[in-house]
């Protein structure tokens, strides 16, 4: 860390915990403390010290285009002469719900809100409204924001009530979450068998990403459709990851599951807050002021944010974008096999599309309790070379790099040097 993003750093203690306003923003995980960004542009990221990294971060998903893309830039610069709020309905609105629903059709109705956080807690309070159940189910390791209902974990086994994984969670409304191993359709298959009257639905980010890319086994998706539906519940895809990432219509249109609701975030804003929540007509017509679930926000369809979110996807609909994303992001997983593979490091790299997880360990990782062998001391010792060789890859072992369409060949291939020297590093003996 520079000595400017440590001054300000000591500065941000005194009043955010932590010194952050996001968790992992802090480099616990990773060891060291922070570098502080000063600007960014295309594939680069420039820290208050002058130093310039290569990011795949990408503000956690949503700079599918890169940082900065002057199209974008200029729609918000144009909004804003406008005004910034108006707490009212606009024409950009609509034009930003066509273009989300003609990549997911399954959405016939949809609400944008500010946050996948809002848009996830929202959905799970229709699914309970329209169900008439309180039951959620939802998988280990897969994050859906922090809502109360959804910072639960397993008990001692997957038909045991769940309990709080954070202070100030209260217990009466944990146990209506339960939590199953991702990828393990058998154990919902029992669940459902046991207790399918008392559960609202499923939850489920369709490719995890919140605990590293894993990808869903094949059937696994297609069976919780069938569960859900033979049992009157809802399936709610967590997109606000996959959405517009691994294919033009997210994880939905990549694996051909059509879900009851949709959450989508990230890449819809433009690297601006706006998430959608949304689904079939019949059940979001259950939403205030037509039904009697509930949900408002004053900054929902904020102009600013219609804007970036609408010259982002119109600029996605560019003739092969999707595969020059493709080809980049299996050009950069591959190179970082090959460079483990050379400094004789266990590694698994899991790709979908342009996000990948490198696991430091030596089996395949296809659910959280094999995401929790990786190395994660070994992937800090990683990630801090990677930054002292000018690429700045996710705080954590258990978070997706991101590849831009800003990505060039240059950049991945320097990308790839630097892992092969950082493994050399990170793996020798002390």
Known sequence: MGERSRQLFEEAARYFPGGVNSPVRAFRAVGGEPFFVARASGSRITDVDGRTYIDYVGSWGPMILGHAHPRVVAAIQKAAEAGTSYGAPTEMETRLARLVQAAFPSLERMRFVSSGT???????????????????VKFEGGYHGHGDSLLVKAGSGGLTFGVPDSLGVPGELARHTLTLPYNDLEAVRALFG?????????????VAGNMGVVPPRPGFLEGLREVTRRHGALLILDEVITGFRVAHGGAQELYGITPDLTCLGKIVGGGLPVAVYGGR???????????????????????????AGAETLTLLQAPGAYAELEAKGARLARGLAEAAAACRVPAQVNRVGSMLTAFFTAGPVDDYASVTRADANLYGSFFRAMLDRGVSLAPSQFESAFVSLAHTAEDLDATIVAARESLALAAAPR
């Open 118 to 136: 809002e848009a996830c807690m929202s959905a799970l309070r229709v699914a309970r409204g329209f169900t008439g159940r309180n039951g959620i």
């Open 281 to 307: 007509a019949d059940i979001m017509e259950m939403v205030a002021p037509l039904g009697s679930i509930y949900q408002a926000g004053t900054l929902s369809g904020n102009p600013l944010a219609m804007a």
């Open 194 to 206: 046991a207790r399918g009257s008392e559960i609202a639905g499923i939850i489920v980010e369709p």
